[in-house]
Every structure is written in structure tokens, then in C-alpha cells.
């Protein structure tokens, strides 16, 4: 699923993902999956045969990927083909230099594990809603009827990770969908809780490789127009 315009959502039973322009989520086969959108939102999808998803050697869970200009070009060109091509022609060159740069994409930390416990979920939901609620982890317990202990202990089972380490993620990729939108980095940085604009830069910088500027910068894919703007083929 590769968003040219606007911002995807998409839900796993295992995780949560933002999908900014410019950026592609890999969904395996068979995989049950939510898709969300606000908004005007243009994107492209790839069908792709399983046996050819082996051979692009694709990450083995869902994960948002980077999207190479050149493979940004493909997936325009692919999507624009005729439904029935042929695999000897233009598109079956295209589909398998496809699955070349699907090879290569590295994947980008803009997904979240999702938590199955009730009290957790509560709490995953109050902060999705308001990434930069200031609670401590004492005032979380407080709030979802569990001690900060049995938190900490669940987060570690559920998510393998620290509250404070997911917390973090939740912020950033929040962060990311706000950028992708035209959010001033300054003004995200506030809206997902981070009161020092600097740290901001420097965590976002840590987890994406680049700055929050570069972050939102427009998409030079086609714009989302009005509502959803889709297209889709079949690769293999």
C-alpha cells in the first residue's frame, strides 16, 4: 500500500501504522489488516503472486517501508498498465524491477505494538488521542486500575518493551503523520508532547534518519484530491 497523498492508518492485530506520503506499508499474505484515512488521501496498491513475494524477499511481518524515487516512478507506471499485461512486455520489466527495489527498501520504525490487555488498551487509546498527556506511569495506573508494577510488567509482555520506550515510538510516529500533513516541526513537537523542540529533532533524527523538516517536505506524488484517489495492480 503506497500513499502518494495524505495519511494511512493501518491496524494488525499485532500492531498499529502510519503510513505518510512517500512511504509504502508491506502486508504479507493472508495477513487480517484495517485501513483508516482522514481526509483527502491518494494512494497506489500491489498485488503481489506469493511466490514472487518470496522471491522480492519482502520483510516477513507488515512494515512501513521507505519508497525510492525510482521505485515511487514503478509503482506510478505499474499502476497505470492496462489491468491485463503482458509479462514478456514494458510491464513485466517494470514489475520486476519492482520487486528489485522491494528488495532493498529499508523498512522504517513507524509501527507500533499493540497491547491486548483491557487496561492497556485503555491506556493506548487515551494516548493515541492525546500523544502528549503528561501522565507518569504511577498516574497511568491510577487512571486504568492497575499498579504501576503490573503495568510495567505488562507492557514488557505484550509489547517487549518498556512503557516509556512505547510511549516514545506512539509519539514519534504520531509525529511523522503530523509533519506529512504540513504541521510546523516546532508545533508537532508540542502536540506529541515534546517540550524541548531540539530533543524533538534529535529522537526523530534517531528514529527516521532524518530531520523533522525533511519529514515535511510535500510529497511530489500526485496530490489527494478530493476523498480517496486509488489505483491497483497485480504483480507475478
Known sequence: LYATGGVMRVSTEAAGFVVPPGRALWVPAGLPHAVSMRGGVA???????????????????????????????LILAACAEPLEWDPAGRAGHVAALILDEIACAPPLPLGVPAPRDPRLLRLAAALQADPAKPLTLEA??????????????????????SFGRWRQMLRLSEAAALLAQGIPSARAAVMVGY??????????RAAFGQTPG???????????????????????
Do not use: N
Open 140 to 161: 497511568w495506573a491510577a487512571e486504568c486500575g492497575a499498579s504501576p508494577r503490573t503495568l510495567t510488567r505488562l507492557f514488557r509482555r505484550e509489547t517487549g518493551m
Open 43 to 73: 494512494m497506489r496498491a500491489l498485488f503481489v503472486r506469493r511466490d514472487a513475494a518470496e522471491a522480492a524477499s519482502g520483510p516477513p511481518s507488515a512494515a512501513v517501508l521507505a519508497v525510492s524515487a525510482l521505485l515511487r516512478e
Open 195 to 204: 517540550a524541548s523542540v531540539p530533543a524533538f529533532g534529535s529522537a526523530f
Open 214 to 236: 525533511a519529514a515535511s517536505a510535500p510529497s511530489r506524488g500526485p496530490g489527494p484530491g478530493r476523498g480517496l484517489l486509488s489505483q491497483a495492480t497485480r504483480l507475478g
